[in-house]
């Protein structure tokens, strides 16, 4: 059974770090994209970082020069590396998988872990 399993929530001051990891287990394709997209209260869903399988990244603007996004070639897991947080990155962090390399049908989504930044 497909599964995306999430870890690394949390409280941590403003300028603080946090690491996020996801990791995907059961039926996934070799080709494939993964990454993080994130909702706070009241807002839309938005994309914080997508990595495919090949490596091609991409980062949501208000996330650029201070997360990160990685991989480990051949494994279907991700770490998302948050550093000089503010209080406006609170919000619930989803993982997320696709086999659009565009990342345009990310189809399949992790149950969300809880960020908080405090100021």
């Known amino acids: 059974q497909f599964q995306l399993e999430e870890s690394g929530g949390g409280v941590v001051e403003t300028g603080g770090s946090l690491r996020l990891s996801c990791a995907a287990s059961?039926?996934?394709?070799?080709?494939?994209?993964m990454g993080w997209y994130r909702q706070a209260p009241g807002k839309q869903r938005e994309l914080v970082a997508t990595?495919?399988?090949?490596?091609?990244?991409k980062y949501g603007d208000s996330v650029k020069g201070r997360f990160t996004i990685s991989r480990e070639q051949g494994k279907n897991m991700v770490v998302l590396q948050m550093n000089s947080l503010k209080p406006e990155d609170t919000a619930d962090y989803f993982c997320?998988?696709?086999?659009?390399?565009?990342?345009?049908?990310?189809?399949?989504w992790g149950q969300g872990t809880l960020v908080t930044v405090s100021s």
């Open positions: 997320t998988l696709g086999y659009d390399l565009s990342g345009q049908d990310l189809d399949k």
């Open positions: 059961g039926s996934v394709m070799s080709t494939n994209i």
């Open positions: 990595i495919t399988s090949g490596g091609s990244t």
